[in-house]
């Protein structure tokens, strides 16, 4: 057998193409590149400080700035002493996998018995390096007193500063507080705060955190020694899945604070709707995962007023968020039932729509709802005309439209 061919070798580190001479040469005749193989698993680390105490924390840390160390099983900053080092920087030294532009979510518990107003507390997310936090995003997390504290993500602007009493309890102890970063590379987007609760956080869209795959925590507080615990390096997804749930993903794709609804393929009656605009953003402290916009409907000025108020909520939920054959199938457009121009939709005003599969797409995100009906006879609706109870079947009778929904 002379014949040759190709094959190709699988391995935990690379993935190759060879050639081979034949049955009785099994060993390759030529050498093709090989390349590293897509990460297959999220990357995830957790360190409790759950060992002796010791001024060196082991392989995985980077005192980069000030005296670190364990002291009954927390990590602080001075090691036996009682004052801080100013700007006191830890870095992590494992990284987040480089399969594709990726991101990271961090999260570090602060002992909150031991701080005092205007104390600051960072954690740096993105760094090129593990000894280089200046290259990467520095989240600060400032003490108010009185149990408040403020997060802010530089470059946010006011949506990426939030003042909030941090969740009681936190993890590692009773008297702990909790520091989470959500940073996304591929959409350059950041979250970040001191409660569990997602829809709280601190909020920065067109923030680039950077591409790097390091992450790390420091102070600048002089007066006391700085208590910490269980940290946590999650990476944000692989090709193949989310690895960390931080927002309401579209196919992995998370859209951003600020959506734009837009109607669309207005007809009948529902003609004086198309092109209507109306902001959705997301709805701080509402308990659930969702934006909020009001729309203006025009109406009939005999009426007194020019529009008619429409309220809209768009609401996310995780599951499935997998179903590429129909993409934002997890998100559902709810509107107000006051307004009475949802009654003669199917399900009327308390049916939550979900996306059209054929007309949406995640990325770039746009979500088709509809077609949605406004009927001639409708007198709980005033939109575009004053009814009449007789359609004048001239083509101006009752009629539908969509609604698109993207970023803004």
Same mark, same amino acid.
């Given at each position: 057998?002379?014949?040759?061919?190709?094959?190709?070798?699988?391995?935990?580190?690379? &993935?190759?193409?060879?050639?081979?001479?034949?049955?009785? /040469?099994?060993?390759?005749?030529?050498? *093709?590149?090989?390349?590293?193989?897509?990460?297959?698993?999220?990357?995830?680390?957790?360190?409790?400080?759950?060992?002796?105490?010791?001024?060196?924390?082991?392989?995985?840390?980077?005192?980069? &700035?000030?005296?670190?160390?364990?002291?009954?099983?927390?990590?602080?900053?001075?090691?036996?002493?009682?004052?801080?080092?100013?700007?006191?920087?830890?870095?992590?030294?494992? %990284?987040?996998?480089?399969? @594709?532009?990726?991101?990271?979510?961090?999260?570090?518990?602060?002992?909150?018995?031991?701080?005092?107003?205007?104390?600051?507390?960072? +954690?740096?997310?993105?760094?090129?390096?593990?000894?280089?936090?200046?290259?990467?995003?520095?989240?600060?997390?400032?003490?108010?007193?009185?149990?408040?504290?403020?997060?802010?993500?530089?470059?946010?602007? *006011?949506? #990426?500063?939030?003042?909030?009493?941090?969740?009681?309890?936190?993890?590692?102890?009773?008297?702990?507080?909790?520091?989470?970063?959500?940073?996304?590379?591929?959409?350059?987007?950041?979250?970040?705060?001191?409660?569990?609760?997602?829809? =709280?956080?601190?909020?920065?869209?067109?923030?680039? %955190?950077?591409?790097?795959?390091?992450?790390?925590?420091?102070?600048?507080?002089?007066?006391?020694? /700085?208590?910490?615990?269980?940290?946590?390096?999650? =990476?944000?997804?692989? !090709?193949?899945?989310?690895?960390?749930?931080?927002?309401?993903?579209?196919?992995?794709? !998370?859209?951003?604070?600020? +959506?734009?609804?837009?109607?669309?393929?207005?007809?009948?009656?529902?003609?004086?709707?198309? #092109?209507?605009?109306?902001?959705?953003?997301?709805?701080? /402290?509402?308990?659930?995962?969702?934006?909020?916009? &009001?729309?203006?409907? !025009?109406?009939? %000025?005999?009426?007194?007023?020019?529009?008619?108020?429409?309220?809209?909520? +768009?609401?996310?939920?995780?599951?499935?968020?997998?179903?590429?054959?129909?993409?934002?199938?997890?998100?559902?457009?709810?509107?107000?039932? #006051?307004?009475?121009?949802?009654?003669? /939709?199917?399900?009327?005003?308390? *049916?939550?729509?979900?996306?059209?599969?054929?007309?949406?797409?995640?990325?770039?995100?746009?979500?088709?709802?509809? %077609?949605?009906?406004?009927?001639?006879?409708?007198?709980?609706?005033? *939109?575009?005309?004053?009814?009449?109870?007789?359609?004048?079947?001239?083509?101006?009778?009752?009629?539908?439209?969509? @609604?698109? @929904?993207?970023?803004?």
């Amino acid at each position: 057998m002379t014949s040759t061919g190709i094959y190709v070798k699988l391995g935990p580190t690379y &993935t190759g193409i060879q050639t081979w001479g034949s049955s009785s /040469n099994p060993g390759h005749t030529g050498i *093709a590149a090989a390349v590293a193989c897509c990460p297959c698993d999220c990357v995830s680390e957790y360190d409790d400080f759950y060992r002796p105490d010791s001024t060196n924390l082991g392989p995985d840390w980077y005192e980069e &700035t000030g005296d670190w160390g364990v002291e009954n099983f927390e990590l602080v900053e001075q090691y036996g002493a009682d004052a801080g080092t100013a700007n006191a920087c830890c870095m992590f030294k494992i %990284p987040a996998t480089s399969g @594709i532009d990726n991101g990271m979510w961090v999260a570090m518990s602060i002992d909150q018995s031991n701080v005092v107003t205007d104390d600051e507390f960072y +954690l740096y997310v993105c760094c090129d390096d593990w000894d280089d936090p200046s290259s990467g995003l520095k989240v600060e997390f400032k003490y108010l007193g009185g149990g408040w504290w403020r997060t802010t993500i530089p470059g946010g602007g *006011a949506n #990426g500063t939030k003042d909030q009493v941090a969740d009681p309890a936190g993890i590692g102890g009773p008297d702990n507080v909790r520091m989470y970063v959500c940073a996304d590379h591929m959409t350059s987007m950041v979250r970040a705060g001191m409660v569990s609760a997602g829809y =709280e956080y601190a909020w920065a869209d067109d923030v680039d %955190p950077g591409s790097g795959l390091y992450a790390g925590v420091g102070h600048n507080n002089t007066e006391h020694k /700085n208590i910490f615990d269980d940290w946590v390096f999650t =990476e944000l997804r692989i !090709p193949s899945m989310v690895c960390s749930d931080c927002w309401c993903y579209c196919l992995g794709r !998370p859209p951003k604070r600020s +959506l734009k609804a837009t109607i669309t393929g207005a007809t009948g009656r529902a003609s004086c709707l198309g #092109g209507v605009e109306w902001d959705m953003d997301w709805e701080w /402290n509402s308990g659930t995962s969702r934006w909020e916009g &009001t729309a203006e409907y !025009p109406r009939n %000025p005999s009426y007194g007023e020019y529009y008619q108020d429409v309220d809209f909520w +768009l609401y996310c939920d995780g599951d499935d968020d997998d179903d590429e054959d129909h993409p934002g199938k997890n998100f559902t457009l709810y509107w107000a039932t #006051g307004a009475g121009c949802c009654n003669a /939709n199917a399900g009327g005003c308390l *049916a939550g729509h979900i996306p059209i599969a054929a007309s949406s797409t995640c990325d770039p995100f746009s979500l088709t709802f509809g %077609p949605f009906y406004l009927a001639w006879s409708d007198f709980t609706c005033y *939109a575009c005309h004053n009814p009449t109870p007789m359609d004048p079947g001239d083509g101006t009778g009752s009629g539908y439209y969509y @609604i698109v @929904i993207t970023e803004a």
